[in-house]
């Protein structure tokens, strides 16, 4: 098995992918690895939307700055925040937790009323930044993972969230998109980035030691 610095040099920013369709067992291993991803509290503030459908990734295309890997994916991740950490979601997290691990109800009320407290004190905007911060991190790891399973990936920012999400009806689900992962395989004969040197600034410029 390959350690995590080779996966991260074998992977990149796959621009052309082939369409080849990707197992079950091999996305579900990826979603796993996001649905381990730490949180803060523990609170999982986001969703992740799977789309295979070939016509839903055709009205995403446009949507999405019209970039292929939308629609040459075997697979397309959404993933959607909460627009607010209300504290009808809290409870429901701290219920779930005491109900799975069964100890009495009040064992986390502590942590269940900084929470509330700390998000009420935040705008809607910035709860949603916090979430999509708390996402990044699942996508990271569904990243590396894909890797590991010898699956490309495309992390894109650039669509209309507006758009997707209205598209998506994510309003009413308490949702809002921050993120799009495009899952699949490189097209190693017409993907121009493939053969050029993975660049990263100089490590002595990106970590300092005290």
């Known amino acids: 098995m390959k350690n995590i610095i080779e996966l991260l040099n074998w992977r990149y920013a796959t621009k052309k992918m082939t369409g080849e369709k990707i197992s079950s067992e091999k996305i579900n291993n990826i979603l796993e690895a996001a649905h381990l991803a730490p949180s803060g509290i523990g609170l999982q503030p986001y969703e992740i939307i799977v789309i295979s459908d070939p016509e839903i990734k055709k009205k995403i295309?446009?949507?999405a700055m019209n970039q292929p890997q939308v629609v040459e994916s075997s697979h397309l991740l959404v993933f959607a925040v909460?627009?607010?950490y209300s504290k009808e979601r809290i409870d429901h997290v701290f219920d779930y937790l005491t109900e799975k691990r069964n100890v009495d109800s009040t064992k986390y009320d502590k942590q269940r009323e900084f929470s509330k407290q700390f998000f009420g004190k935040m705008s809607i905007e910035d709860n949603f930044h916090h979430a999509a911060k708390q996402a990044n991190i699942a996508l990271g790891l569904a990243i590396v993972e894909a890797a590991a399973e010898g699956i490309d990936s495309t992390p894109m920012e650039g669509f209309d969230p507006i758009?997707?999400?209205d598209f998506l009806k994510l309003p009413s689900k308490?949702?809002?998109s921050?993120?799009?992962l495009a899952l699949g395989y490189?097209?190693?004969e017409n993907d121009w980035n493939l053969k050029l040197e993975k660049v990263r600034k100089p490590f002595d410029e990106f970590v300092t030691f005290l």
């Open 61 to 63: 295309f446009p949507i």
């Open 82 to 84: 909460w627009d607010e």
């Open 163 to 165: 758009a997707l999400d």
């Open 174 to 176: 308490g949702l809002r």
């Open 178 to 180: 921050s993120m799009l």
């Open 186 to 188: 490189r097209d190693q």
